[in-house]
C-alpha cells in the first residue's frame, strides 16, 4: 500500500502541463493519473475536506474514454486526459452544482459553463466539485487549510486551492469577485492566476457582482496557470467577455527581452499586513536589487477598496438579495448584512462608485509605462488560525476593482512553516507578460537565495 | 431679391445626397450651397430660432476650402462640401458649445466629439450649433416649429429638427435619451433615424445616460438618413460603441427581395395618442393590406417607459446633478425633480431595470424572426400648442430602452396641417434592413395614394 501510495502521490503531484505532455506522447495513462489523484483524494480528504461532490466511477470512465481516444490517433486537446477540480459555483452537467448554500441543494444544472465547455474541449477530466463559501462571499465551507487543519484555507474558493495544495489534482477553476483566487492560493502556498475582467467568459457561473466577477485558476506553477488561455476569449452569453488576452503559453515560457521593471508597492493598507507579511517584504525588496523601486499609490487608490465594497453590495443585492427573502434562516448574518447595505446605497453613488473603477484604472496606465509588474502582498500574511473567518482580501481589492490580472506566487514561508504569498500585477491585457515575469521572478529569487 | 431668394431655397432644398452628387461633379460648388442656405437662415431664423451658434464667415471660408480640395482633384468624401448642422451638446472645436444651458455659456471645446471628426473627414462643412432643450432634457430652448411658430419643435434636439425642415440645412445631428430625434423629427415633418445603440460614438457629446444616450440624424430623405453611416464604428474612448451596423447605403437603395411583413403595433400607450393620430394610424393598417399585421405587446412591456424612466433619472442624477448643486436658480423645475427622483432610487432598483433592459430586448426577438419592422406612432400625435413643452416622448421610451435602430417618417397630415409621424422601428443591427423597408414603405403608400 505504501508503494502504491506513493506513486499515486507522484503522479498526482507531476505538473498539468507535464502530465498532458507524458499522456500525450502514451508514457501515461489519463486512467493512471485519474486513479492517482483519487487516491490522493481518499488519503486526504478528510482531513482537508476540499471536494463539494466527487464522482469517482465518472471520472475514471472519462479518462478511460480519453485514453481511447488518444490510442484511435484522433486530434487530442492541450489538457487531454488532465484531471481538473472546479469550483461549485460553476455549472458543470451531470454534477450538482450548489453554490455553498443549503439552499441550492441538489440543484442540477442542465449545461455546462462556458469555461467547463472549453475545459472539455481541451480535454480535460472534470473531476468534480470543489467547496465554496456560502455563495461565494464571507461564510466559510467545511475546507481546511492543507498545511495546517487549524487554520483558514481562505476563500471563497476554498476547495480549489486546498485540492490543489494537497496533490489531489494538478489544476483547479475559480472566481474572484474580491481575494477569492489570489487569497486562497496565498494562504495554501499555490500559484493563483486571475486574468484580465473580460477575458474568461461567465456564462454558467453564479453571478454575484457582474462589474467585479473575474475567474481564475490554480496551479502548481506558471506554466500551467498559462493553460488558462484554452478559456479565454469571447462569448455571446456574457457582453463583458470582450477580450482574448491569450495565447499566454508561449510567451510565459520566453525570456524576458530586458529585466523587468518592478513597482515595490506596500498599498495604503500596509498597516494591515502580519508581522510575516513585513518580514516577507523585508527581506524581497533587497534580493531584488535594483530590478525593484519603492512606488507609494496616491491617497485616491486607498478609496479603490471602499468603492470595491459598494459596488460589490449593490449588485450582490440584487443578484443575490432573493436568497436572503426566501430564506433568511439558511443564510449567515455577513451575507444578510451586505445585501441590506447594498439595497440602502443610492444608485447614483453606486454609479459614481462605477466611474471610479474606469478612473483608478486609467490612472494606473502611466505607472506601467515605468513598470512591467507591480510587486505587492497577496493577502495580510499567513492564513489566521481558525475556521470561522477565510481572511482579510484588501490588498486584492484594488486589483480586482480595475480589473488587471494578477497572479500570487508562494515565495515565502512565514514563522509557523506556513505559506507567505506574494502577488504580482499588470495592466488590463498584459496576461501574457505578467506570467513571463513571474517566471523571471521566481527564478530570480531562486539563484540568490543559492548564491 | 425675390429671384435671389427662390434660388437660395432651391438649393437649400436639396437632399444632401443630391448635393454631394453635384457638388462632386462640378455642377455646383460648396460656397454657392452654403451661401444658400445662410440666405434661408436669415429669411427664416427669426421666426424658427432653430441656431444656437452661427458663423457665417467661416462657414464660407470652409466651404471655398472644400472647392479648392475638390479642384485640385484631391479624393473627397461623402459629404464632400454638404453644411451639416450639430446639436448643441455635441463639441465641435472652434464653436461654443453650451448644452443648453447658461450654467455652460461661453464653453468652448478644445476638442472635436468623434462624430464631429467624423463628419469633417466625410467632407462635411460644420454650419452651426443647433438650438437644444436644457441639458437636453425637458426644459424649451428657443426654438418653433417650422409649420406653426405657436407650436413646439420637439424636443430635445429642436433646432436640428426645426433646421432640416425649414430648409436651412439638408442634415443635423441629434441625440435621443428617451424620445429627442424621433419626437422633433414627427413634429417638424422630417426623417428622424437613430440607429442601434453603440454604432455611433458619444465622445465629445454631453452625457445624459450612458446606458440609453444614443445619436441620430435629421434628414429630408431616407437615402440622406443612411449617411450616417460616415459616423458609425467603433471608437477607443466610447466602450459602448462597439458596432457598426453600417455600410448602409446600398441596402437602402435596395428593393426589398420580397415583400416586407410589418407589425403594426399600437403600443400599451395608446390610449395617449391624439385623434389625429389615431385617425392616421386609421389609415395606414387598410392601406397596407396584406403586409401589416396588428399585433398586441405583452404587459411587461408596458413597464418599460418606467424602467428606461428610472435608468434615466438615476444616471442623469450622477451626470448632471453637479449642474442643480452648483447652481439651482439656473436649471429647470423638471431637472431639480429628475435630479431628486434619481438621487432617492437605490441602487438594487437602478439595476433591477437595467436587467430589464436586456430582458426585453431579447424579448423582442422571436417577434423580428415573422416581421422586418414594427409600425408604430412616432409620438402622441401632432405637435401640441405651446412653446413651454416639448410634448411626449412615450412613443419612443420603448425602442431607445432596448437600444433599437429607429426612424420616423413624415407620412401623413394632421387636421390642423401639421405633420404625423409614423416609427418604424428594427432589432438591433438591422439598420440598413430598416432604411430599405422604410423606402420601400414610402413607395407602396405614395402608389396607393396615387391608383
Redesign the interface.
Known sequence: MGTKQDRAQQLAALTAREAARRIAEGELTSADLVAACLDVIDAQEEEVQAWAFLDRDKAMLEAKERDRRRQRGLPIGPLHGVPVGVKDIIDVKGMPTGNGTPIDEGRRPFEDATVVRRLRDAGAVILGKTVTTELAYFHPGKTRNPHDPSRTPGGSSSGSAAAVAAGMVPLALGSQTNGSVIRPAAYCGVVGFKPSFGAVPRTGVLTLAPSLDQLGIFSRSIEDAALIESLMGPDDRDDDA?ENPGPLTATTLAEPPVTPALALVRTPFWERADAAMRDAFGELAPALGDAATEVELPEPFGRGVGWLGGVM???M??NL?HYVDRAPDQVSEKLRELVAD???????????AR?MQQVLRDSLVPLFHRFDVIVTPSATGEAPVGLDSTGDPVFCSLWTFCGMPTISLPLMTGPNGMPIGVQLVAPPGQDARLLRTARWLVRTLSQEAGS
Not at 447594498?342 to 459614481?352: E, I, N, V
Request: proline share 5%; aromatic share 6%; glycine share 10%.
Open positions: 470582450r453590495a449593490a449588485e443585492a440584487r438579495g447594498g439595497r440602502a446605497m443610492r444608485a447614483p453613488d453606486y454609479l459614481a466611474d
